[in-house]
């Protein structure tokens, strides 16, 4: 039985080729350790147990750069994150000692109206995607907040305001450029590599770092939406209201997120329950099956 070899951090390996790893880049590309001008800007995250001190941050700006840090990474059995959004609570966009690769600035969309489909680099956010396919009155199955990385949540399989409507992103992926553990640069489709491709769809984020995703685009129309907000004592009334909505549901064009929160202890002002729904149609004329719950 084959053993992987420990992971390593930066500081393991010699600091020649860190040195000669970093000047490879060219200069539109940052490769940041601490100490570095904007250095502690690249390791924040959206939840603050995420956040790692990186051995290295490596600002990908190509495909190039993204082939290079996986061969480094791999060829020196580091530790390896891949981050997008930052929005991963576990911590798995950040890494302690290890090498981060930063997508954020490759977050290009372009939209094949025709075709009806959705290019979109892999440090692109959900806003990203959205803002550009909405230019078209086109959309996609993304999440629930608009800076959501597409990377992390299309390959977590993906659920939003749409899923009622076009599944899981996962559904809505028809290709993708990934860059797996050796270097190799992958085209994944229905017709190519097409174990690989079923592999990113539900599998898992640790067959490769993806490039570029293309998605589905789906028409769309505006929708009526709304947030509520209710005090903990009314968590009952809550349930049963969302109950009878489920029953009288018709259509998966309504949806509702629920948010059950709860601020920390110390903060005295807001330590209570809230609920939040978020609801929206599709159909303006159905929005009257939501009003019912502002009078709770």
């Known amino acids: 039985m084959n053993k992987y070899p420990p992971k390593k951090l930066i500081k393991d390996i010699d600091s020649t080729d860190v040195q000669n790893f970093k000047l490879s880049f060219n200069s539109s590309t940052n490769v ?3 100490g570095d001008e904007g250095y502690e800007k690249s390791i924040i995250r959206w939840a603050d147990n995420a956040i790692k001190k990186a051995g290295i941050v490596v600002q990908a700006t190509c495909l190039d750069d993204i082939v290079k840090t996986v061969k480094f990474a791999s060829k020196n059995h580091l530790d390896f994150a ?4 930052g929005h991963s609570s576990s911590g798995t ?5 290890g090498v981060v690769l930063d997508m954020r600035k490759l977050n290009k969309v372009r939209v094949d109206v025709e075709k009806k489909l959705i290019y979109a680099q892999g440090g692109a956010l959900f806003g990203d995607v959205d803002n550009e396919a909405w230019k078209y009155g086109l959309a996609t199955v993304g999440g629930i907040v608009d800076h959501t990385g597409i990377g992390g949540l299309t390959l977590g399989g993906g659920f939003g305001h749409l899923t009622g409507r076009h599944g899981l992103t996962i559904d809505n992926v028809v290709g993708a450029t990934i860059v797996t553990a050796d270097g190799e640069v992958k085209e994944l489709s229905e017709s190519k590599n097409k174990d690989l491709f079923w592999a990113i769809r539900g599998c898992g ?3 490769g770092v993806v490039y570029e995703f293309i998605y589905k685009a789906h028409e769309q129309k505006e929708v009526f939406a709304g947030v509520i907000a209710y005090p903990a004592e009314k968590l009952d009334t809550i349930i049963e209201a969302i109950n009878i909505w489920l029953k009288n549901r ?14 920390p202890p110390e903060n005295k002002v807001f330590n209570h329950v809230i609920y939040d729904i978020f609801f929206f149609f599709f159909f303006f004329k159905k929005k009257k099956n939501f ?3 502002l009078l709770l």
């Open 32 to 34: 940041l350790s601490e």
């Open 205 to 207: 984020a640790n067959f």
């Open 93 to 97: 966009s950040s890494s302690e000692g």
């Open 250 to 263: 018709r259509s998966e064009n309504e949806g509702m997120a629920v948010v059950i929160s709860r601020s």
């Open 291 to 293: 009003f019912f719950f």
């Open 82 to 85: 891949v981050s997008c959004g």
